[in-house]
């Protein structure tokens, strides 16, 4: 069993010209790809289910048959910091006209792990992920997918990848089966084929009672779900999700959050963008900072809480100058807010205690820090215009 299974290899067919490609897809390859395993190396064969239904694994990460088990690499075992890079950016850059989106960065993403990309409106994350998802070209440096540039093989990077854009893209004029259904078309999936991963990714998504119901009558959190079903027919090994969850209700949200962590026990690269910090926090296993084009930090999520702020923080509403004066006395670190002060303190319970005790506040609440500490430290606190 363990020398019996061998990985599909990722063909350079040429792309079928009797339909022309959509923005952002990929050329039709003739054996979809799957982990790749180095012969020497040892192969432990395992069977994920996420998902009441056993095939749903086997339609993300494998062949159609039920049975097929997933191929678990060392790299996808090994510590995350020394999985092989999936993604690799050195000096990148993006420029339109005089304007600097992106600006020099260096960044690297692991098979296996869950990389996010955090920072305001106009930081650069959307168009960092454009680069990667070769839709935008490169102004300057080089980003290297699978090992492959992004200026020099992007039809075989494309079969690879999975992208789920910021935008709803999805085509109003068909329902929700048909939109899976054209889509494989594109990567040349077989009909009977492309059948069955619809109706299973209609179903890991909970969309499968919807799927005869037409683009425009869908709400906002079952088109998000949609658009990561369609990201996921051609079994991607990168999967780009570029804010999957804005504006939807906590329950979409939820639902959305538990597909990923499905997704990465299955081996899925994925890389994130998002504006929600508890997001980043429970689904990334790094982050990265970015703004002005930079990359300001990156790191684990509790790495990165420890290193820039305090393990608690105090926010008083009603502080007056007695209060902040002992504090300063404790060594307490104050930020003064027109509404609220925030103490950052590694001794968050006798600050807290202080605070009720003897001094009249109309509010003090005792938390951990969080990675929106870290986002706001990092980043201010000033309203971006973009």
């Known amino acids: 069993m363990r020398g019996s299974w061998k990985p599909a290899r990722a063909s350079s067919a040429r792309p079928d010209r009797r339909r022309a490609l959509p923005h952002g897809s990929a050329a039709r390859p003739d054996a979809w790809p799957r982990f790749r395993t180095h012969p020497a190396a040892p192969v432990i064969i395992a069977l994920h289910a996420p998902h009441s239904s056993a095939r749903t694994a086997a339609v993300l990460t494998g062949p159609s048959s039920a049975t097929t088990p997933h191929a678990v690499t060392t790299a996808e075992t090994a510590r995350p910091g020394t999985r092989p890079p999936v993604v690799e950016a050195v000096a990148l850059t ?22 996010g990309f955090l920072g305001p409106n106009g930081a650069g994350k959307t168009t960092t992920v454009r680069m990667i998802s070769c839709v935008s070209p490169v102004s300057g440096g080089e980003i290297r997918v699978f090992g492959m540039s992004v200026a020099e093989e992007p039809r075989r990077i494309k079969a690879l990848m999975g992208v789920c854009p910021q935008e709803d893209n999805l085509d109003p004029d068909f329902s929700v ?3 899976l259904l054209v889509y494989a078309r594109y990567f040349g999936i077989p009909r009977r084929e492309a059948a069955g991963r619809a109706e299973e990714l209609l179903e890991f998504l909970q969309l499968k009672d919807r799927a005869a119901t037409k683009i425009r009558t869908l709400s906002g959190g079952m088109k998000r779900r949609l658009l990561i079903a369609r990201s996921l027919v051609n079994r991607p090994r990168l999967l780009l999700l570029d804010e999957p969850t804005t504006g939807l209700d906590p329950q979409a949200r939820h639902l959305i959050w538990q ?8 081996g899925t690269t994925i890389l994130l963008t998002t504006h929600y910090m508890e997001e980043a926090a429970q689904l990334c296993d790094r982050v990265v900072f970015i703004d002005h084009g930079k990359v300001l930090a990156e790191g684990s999520p509790e790495a990165l809480v420890r290193e820039n702020v305090t393990p608690d923080v105090v926010e008083i509403v009603g502080a007056g100058e007695d209060l902040l004066r002992e504090l300063a006395a404790m060594d307490v670190q104050v930020e003064p807010l ?8 590694d001794r968050g319970p006798e600050v807290h205690k202080l605070v009720t005790e003897r001094f009249p506040v109309e509010q003090c609440l005792l938390r951990r820090g969080t990675l929106e500490d870290v986002f706001l430290k990092l980043t201010g606190r000033e309203l971006r215009d973009h």
């Open 338 to 345: 027109p509404d609220r002060v925030y103490a950052y303190t």
């Open 94 to 115: 993006k420029k339109f006209g005089e304007s600097v989106a992106v600006d020099g960065i260096d960044f690297v993403v692991r098979e296996g792990e869950c990389c």
């Open 177 to 179: 089966l048909n939109n």
């Open 259 to 266: 597909r990923v962590r499905a997704l990465k026990k299955l």
